[in-house]
């Protein structure tokens, strides 16, 4: 028997352990621990998210730290109230007028000279070989012609056309006015 012994159970303390079928013995207050690291907590982003959504926290831990992401839906617009907050955006307006037209610009430098271009083919030359009262008389004299082949008709010069396979005609042609003439010698009297 443990007399001279204090014995604690059930929150109670008996002088022997006979009192008690779960006692134990009191032991003397150890020594004091390390200090633990404590974890810390930080804000990450924040970010508006669509009116409709939820709110939502995204948790990241880094070691001992959590960092938290916000996701904050949107709020709707309010009406306008007698205070005169800010209410619904209102239609877009309808188109204003032109403005005035700004001055003119300085004329640029002048560019550089361009390339010379290649040499085009030698052009067809025209030779007259005679004349008809009407085109008619021409087609069926001469019904096809070589390219350069012309005739007067009347006062207008036809070309035989190897592209349109006819005689064209390509305008009145005339040459230039002569000088005028010595006054003739007056006539007998009547």
Same mark, same amino acid.
């Given at each position: 028997?443990?007399?001279? /012994?204090?014995? &604690? #159970? ?14 134990? +013995?009191? #032991? ?32 990241? /831990? ?15 617009? #309010? !009406? ?14 309808? /188109? ?19 390339? +010379?271009?290649?040499?085009? !083919? ?16 021409? !087609? /069926? ?9 012309? &005739?007067? +008709? ?16 390509? #305008? ?10 010595? !006054? ?7």
């Amino acid at each position: 028997m443990m007399s001279a /012994q204090n014995f &604690y #159970g059930c929150k109670k303390s008996f002088p022997s352990q006979s009192n008690c079928s779960f006692c134990f +013995v009191k #032991g003397p207050t150890g020594p004091t621990g390390p200090r633990g690291s404590g974890d810390t907590i930080s804000v990450g982003t924040v970010r508006t998210v669509d009116a409709f959504e939820e709110a939502n926290i995204i948790e990241h /831990q880094e070691q001992s730290n959590h960092i938290l992401d916000f996701m904050i839906p949107r709020g709707l617009p #309010g !009406e306008k109230g007698e205070m005169g907050l800010q209410g619904l955006r209102g239609p877009q307006g309808i /188109q204003g007028p032109p403005g005035i037209q700004g001055p003119q610009g300085i004329v640029g430098p002048t560019g550089p000279t361009g390339a +010379v271009g290649e040499k085009g !083919e030698a052009g067809t030359s025209v030779t007259i070989l005679g004349s008809f009262d009407t085109k008619e008389e021409l !087609e /069926q004299m001469h019904p096809v012609g070589k390219p350069g082949d012309s &005739y007067l +008709v009347d006062s207008n010069l036809y070309v035989w056309s190897p592209e349109q396979k006819a005689w064209v005609d390509v #305008g009145v042609i005339r040459g230039p006015t002569g000088p005028t003439g010595k !006054e003739g010698n007056p006539g007998l009297r009547g």
